[in-house]
T-cell receptor, first 115, second 113 residues
Framework: DGGITQSPKYLFRKEGQNVTLSCEQNLNHDAMYWYRQDPGQGLRLIYYSQIVNDFQKGDIAEGYSVSREKKESFPLTVTSAQKNPTAFYLC??????????????FGDGTRLSIL | AQTVTQSQPEMSVQEAETVTLSCTYDTSESDYYLFWYKQPPSRQMILVIRQEAYKQQNATENRFSVNFQKAAKSFSLKISDSQLGDAAMYFCAYQLYNNDMRFGAGTRLTVKP
């Protein structure tokens, strides 16, 4: 079955450490997204990518970095510059064909905590 | 800034009754899509319904329907015959032609038996 796989499900970060969250999709979708969700809050856009080797900052990109070397993969790195990384992270994708009218497909999320 | 506002952090409805969740948004674009997503305790995001901004007719999907008022930038969700399984966080969102997508802060819906 096609879908989006996020790993790991739970991740712990030490102070000053970079960590990378994985997001892989086999839906042949062109556009991919990373969102952050804090307790009791909505989703805030970190980065999104419409095609390979291209990505745009969202509302809260500071302290995060991404790459899009392959269509299927859109990893998110939480750098040590992100001072409050504890949150639930959701990856999503959507088809490029008339894609703004297509709903996003979401992964199951990664919960990141600071040790 | 382009934003989505859900003014009701929490709502409650009796089973089998009807409830309406509010959403307003602000964008300078004229062409966009609007969505309602449901997030149960499992944290999975599930599409409930979507509306094309250029269409006057309100979208419906079984027990779910929307009241779309483009001039007022309002996009409310009506849930009829509420069921226990409808209990979840509900997020309103819009998506622009460039794939930029924004979400509201959510409304937590409780369904009382």
């Amino acid at each position: 079955d096609g879908g989006i796989t996020q790993s790991p499900k739970y991740l712990f970060r030490k102070e000053g450490q970079n960590v990378t969250l994985s997001c892989e999709q086999n839906l042949n979708h062109d556009a991919m997204y990373w969102y952050r969700q804090d307790p009791g809050q909505g989703l805030r856009l970190i980065y999104y990518s419409q095609i390979v080797n291209d990505f745009q900052k969202g509302d809260i990109a500071e302290g995060y970095s991404v790459s899009r070397e392959k269509k299927e993969s859109f990893p998110l790195t939480v750098t040590s510059a992100q001072k409050n990384p504890t949150a639930f992270y959701l990856c999503a994708s959507t088809s490029e064909d008339s894609s703004y009218n297509q709903p996003q497909h979401f992964g199951d999320g990664t919960r990141l905590s600071i040790l | 800034a382009q934003t989505v506002t859900q003014s009701q952090p929490e709502m409650s409805v009796q089973e089998a009754e009807t409830v309406t969740l509010s959403c307003t948004y602000d964008t300078s674009e004229s062409d966009y899509y609007l969505f309602w997503y449901k997030q149960p305790p499992s944290r999975q995001m599930i599409l409930v319904i979507r509306q094309e901004a250029y269409k006057q007719q309100n979208a419906t999907e079984n027990r779910f329907s929307v009241n779309f008022q483009k001039a007022a930038k309002s996009f409310s969700l009506k849930i009829s015959d509420s069921q226990l399984g409808d209990a979840a966080m509900y997020f309103c969102a819009y998506q622009l032609y460039n794939n930029d997508m924004r979400f509201g802060a959510g409304t937590r819906l409780t369904v009382k038996p």
